[in-house]
Nanobody
């Protein structure tokens, strides 16, 4: 069972930067993927970025060039980061981290493809 704990959300003005983190308990396999999703009330969960354990990252078009996803593989656990720059009002959402353990391709931006989820951390961008 993988446990994910997200942190680092907060409030920032338009154009500002914020970094959110997700601490993951030790994976039982060296092959896994991690992702960030976001959700606003009344809308479906939206994929923001995902990364494989090999370091290959993918981004939603809406955040390309502004957000950077990265992995820090520690001895006992792994931390997922999302550095968010040039924030916009529309980036306001609850941000969730997700994980998938297994070989092959990462599940992509379909929320249903991801196995493990952390509780969200709120990011609010204001003018």
């Amino acid at each position: 069972q993988v446990r994910l704990v997200a942190s680092g959300g907060g409030s920032v003005q338009v154009g500002g930067s914020l970094r959110v983190s997700c601490a993951a308990s030790a994976f039982t396999s060296s092959s896994y993927c991690m992702a960030w999703f976001r959700q606003t009330p009344g809308k479906e969960r939206e994929g923001v970025a995902f990364i494989g354990s090999g370091g290959n990252a993918n981004y939603a078009d809406s955040v390309k060039g502004r957000f950077t996803i990265s992995l820090d593989k520690g001895n006992a656990d792994t931390t997922l980061y999302l550095q968010m720059n040039s924030l916009r009002l529309e980036d306001t959402a609850m941000y969730y981290c997700a994980a998938y353990v297994g070989r092959g391709y990462c599940p992509g931006f379909r929320a249903s493809g991801w196995t493990y989820w952390g509780r969200g951390t709120q990011v609010t961008v204001s003018s």
